[in-house]
């Protein structure tokens, strides 16, 4: 339901990925450019009761700010556009 789900007004998805570790918790998540704060994606992305990937699972929604790392990442690929915000919408699924 994450990939489903409708961006922001203004927002561009810039990859999504999603990853199971060895413990059984899956990870969905977005990396989107927009100018918009945290408290206002985290509202627009919690209008969805999204379901755990296996039942006994709680999910959690949480969205950050990249960090230089990632920033560097996105610099390095080619993709970076100065006084863009990029964030992370991540969507987990654990016992």
Avoid at 66 to 72: A, I, K, Q, T
């Amino acid at each position: 339901p994450l990939y489903s789900h409708a961006l922001p007004a203004g927002a561009e998805l810039v990859t999504k990925e999603a990853k199971k570790d060895d413990a059984g918790v899956m990870t969905a998540a977005l990396l989107l450019a927009c100018d918009t704060d945290e408290n206002t994606l985290l509202a627009f992305y919690s209008d969805v009761d999204y379901p755990p990937f296996r039942e006994g699972q709680r999910t959690a929604l949480s969205v950050k700010p990249l960090d230089e790392g990632s920033l560097d990442a996105l610099r390095q690929a080619g993709v970076y556009r100065e006084g863009q915000g990029y964030w992370f919408v991540y969507l987990t699924s654990t016992f």
